[in-house]
């Protein structure tokens, strides 16, 4: 199994990114897709949860408004579309597939808010 997560980069406060998590090697659609963070720091903490083909969403409060998660089941790819970004969304960005007991995880994509 691989995920390997794109888009990450050096962004002004109020700007936007989008990040790209390509996953092969698994039943993608039968995976809940997630996207983590993780400050210098700090612990990693959740930031979004996209579920298999009914396409639900949950997010973290401290990004409610501002990120959308999205999956392309015919792609094996999911999305984090991050607008407003601010300085304290600083973090290399982690893919997760999960399901049920079963987790793989990306390597990481570093996302700057830097003015």
């Known amino acids: 199994v691989q995920l390997v997560e794109s888009g990450g980069g050096l962004v002004q406060p109020g700007g936007s990114l989008r990040l790209s998590c390509a996953a092969s090697?698994?039943?993608?659609?039968?995976?809940?897709m997630n996207w983590y963070r993780q400050a210098p720091g700090k612990e990693r903490e959740w930031v979004a949860t996209v579920s298999t083909t009914v396409g639900s969403t949950n997010y973290a409060d401290s990004v409610k408004g501002r990120f959308t998660i999205s999956r392309d089941n015919a792609k094996n790819t999911v999305y984090l579309q991050m607008n407003n970004l601010k300085p304290e969304d600083t973090a290399v960005y982690y893919c997760n597939a999960r399901r049920l007991r079963t987790y793989y995880w990306g390597q990481g994509t570093q996302v700057t808010v830097s003015s």
């Open positions: 090697g698994l039943t993608f659609s039968s995976y809940a």
